[in-house]
């Protein structure tokens, strides 16, 4: 039930005294990693949290190491104040919003590499990304040994990352996948739509909308390149400038599928597109 009772911590200590608290008390504990700048598609994923544990923990962390130099580290939106108002509109108990020298004290020389499923798409666009989600997953993760964590599906390359990250590193929490969350005219909310102009943020719908043309013609039994081609076509005339990718995929390693059509494979078609300086990201089932 939704309540105002949200707790800040932003040291390791803390967040683990308190989950060890839960723990004792006999409560499951679920975990839902964001980088704040909150909005309605990260509190579905708190309520999906909900439905899994009794005490939700949201941690907000600008991950410096999953962006490269030119990224927009600097520029991503930030608001302490707001995220923890949202988080207690909808009953989250704990936000753990640690500082960059919590995270990685002076020093600080691991770093977790999941090969395959990391490579291609996000992996290639942005090399430094993947590496930098892994080992902050993993230590929040670790840090906060909860028993379930969400992702969301927005994130779609992620969340396979993460999976198989847990999978190979045998963490003991469970990965729950949440669905993406869309703004009325389909465009996946994200926090980097506020970068968009007004004009822009007209325009950003053609982007699932070229999805699910693509998605539907491959299901229909069209050929894969044809369909990433004409979904590339409908970007670029809708105003999109450089696309990074825009590819049908096997569901959970994805690996490339095609030319031709799909037959019994399961796929999945991402895309990663550039409207002005805003890099655009979303994906769905081809089903
Ligand atoms: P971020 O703060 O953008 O790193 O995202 C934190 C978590 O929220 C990740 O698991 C994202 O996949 C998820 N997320 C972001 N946007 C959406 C959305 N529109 N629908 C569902 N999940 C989302």
Redesign the pocket.
Known sequence: MPHTSLKIVRTVADLRAQVAAWKAAGDEVVL???????????L??IKLGQTKARRTVASVFVNPKQFAPHEDFDAYPRGEAIDAEKLASVGCDLMFAPDASEMYAPGFSTAINVAGVSEPLEGAARPQFFGGVATVVAKLLIQSQADYA??????YQ??QVIKRLVRDLDLPVEIVS?????AEDGL????RNAYLSVEERAIAAALPQALRAAAKAVADGGRIDAAEAAGKAALAAAGFGQIDYLDIREASDLSKLGPGPIGQAQGRILVAAWLGKTRLIDNMAVA
């Open positions: 839902i990693p964001t980088m704040g700048a909150l909005h309605d598609g990260h579905t994923l969400v992702f969301g599906e927005k994130d992620q969340l949440a669905p993406t969350a869309r996946a909310l994200s926090s």
